[in-house]
């Protein structure tokens, strides 16, 4: 199924824009298609990797959009839906978005459904628990940290926004806790000072399911295939060059923060997971973990590091390294996903 506009015409809300049949503006399905449990990749063309993942025969829907590829289905019975992003927080606050709508607005009744804790509008209807909303996004990423090598997977334990798309939200009560101030003040100090920086951090309950998944995985593979992981900070940045430092060409000489990979490399936060290390850069954390934390959703992230631009040096993966590392990305996702 896909839809080009079409159907979002006559009354349709423009703060709000679901066609008559509840489909929302960008992601192309209803209430009914979408899980509570959901997998977020950027390449649109990964939504079909995660969905050889599923329960063989289980897809119920399948659907595209734009770059927003969508299939649900179930792992070990347990629904789930893949979502394509695309690149950039600007695509997560979109889905982020949309994802709310689906979940908790009722387009028949036309409002939103009850919380706890909300005066219920209909004494039959049963509130609805905002952390059911599982979110777990299986990325690629960069790495500034010399420890992490091509090949290792990047756990999200707290997410720095270098990108703006939060600012034009309030920040959650979360972002208030001395561990996130610690690692906000730590990153002001570097050349990220001159632009606005956000930090919030992954849910506990997600990260430490994907850290089990890992440690399960690996439990059953013998030593040549362990899978090394690390958790730590995660820097999402709005770009993929200069704004993760990557100066190419005439805009060498032009970038805000030539020496970022070093400087994040070197950052060192005393939160109360203990010491902490920037272990990833990529383009949607921390929107994903920001939003989430706003909306009471759980949400976090692993990526497979392809490219290592640190201090002791550069190098990529090769397509068996990404290969083997992705395969085992999805499985530990989906593993965490599902628990529970
Ligand atoms: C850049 O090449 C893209 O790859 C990474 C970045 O976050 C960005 O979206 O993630 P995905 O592989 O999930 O797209
Ligand atoms: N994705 C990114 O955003 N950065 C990298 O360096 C690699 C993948």
């Known amino acids: ?7 979002f015409s006559g009354d349709v809300d423009p703060d709000l824009p679901l066609s008559p049949e509840g489909i929302t503006f960008h992601v192309a ?12 990749v950027g390449d649109p063309g990964r939504v079909k990797t995660v969905g050889a993942y599923l329960d063989t025969g289980s897809i119920t829907y399948e659907a595209s959009h ?22 950039g927080t600007d695509n997560i606050e979109i889905m982020m ?35 059911k909303v599982k979110l777990i996004r299986v990325g690629t990423c960069g790495t500034p940290n010399e420890e992490v090598q091509v090949g290792c997977l990047a756990i999200t ?22 561990d996130v101030q610690e690692v906000l003040a730590k990153v002001q100090t570097t050349s990220l000072g001159k632009v606005q920086v956000y930090a919030t951090k ?8 994907l850290v089990d998944a890992c440690t399960a995985l690996n439990s059953k593979a013998n030593a040549s295939e362990q899978q090394r992981y690390y958790v730590g900070a995660t820097c999402s940045a709005s770009g993929f060059y200069g704004c993760q430092g990557r100066s190419v060409g005439r805009f060498r000489g032009h970038l805000t923060a030539p020496n970022l990979t070093e400087e994040l490399g070197d950052l060192c936060f005393n939160v109360s997971e203990g010491e902490q290390r920037v272990v990833n850069i990529e383009m949607e954390s921390s ?3 920001y939003l989430s934390n706003l909306l009471g959703y759980q949400a976090g992230a692993v990526c497979v590091v392809v ?17 083997k590392a992705l395969s085992n990305a999805i499985t530990v996702a989906l593993e965490a996903l599902t628990k529970d």
């Open 1 to 7: 199924m896909s839809h080009s506009g079409a159907g």
């Open 307 to 323: 490219a290592q631009r640190s201090r002791s040096g550069r190098a990529f993966t090769t397509p068996e390294q990404l290969a």
């Open 97 to 131: 978005n949309e994802v709310h709508i689906l979940k908790e607005y009722d387009p028949k009744k036309r409002r939103w459904r009850a919380r706890a804790g909300d005066a219920l509008a209909d004494p039959l209807e049963t509130s609805f628990d905002p952390s």
């Open 29 to 40: 399905c209803t209430s009914k298609h979408l899980a509570d449990r959901i997998i977020f």
């Open 66 to 87: 734009r770059e927003i590829n969508i299939i649900t289905g179930s792992y070990h019975g347990v629904p789930v839906t893949v979502l394509s992003t695309g690149m």
């Open 287 to 289: 929107a994903l973990c």
């Open 157 to 178: 334990q707290y997410a720095i926004g270098m990108d703006n798309t939060c600012q034009y939200y309030d920040a959650p009560a979360v972002n208030s806790t001395a």
């Open 202 to 209: 992954a849910a506990p309950a997600i990260t430490q399911g």
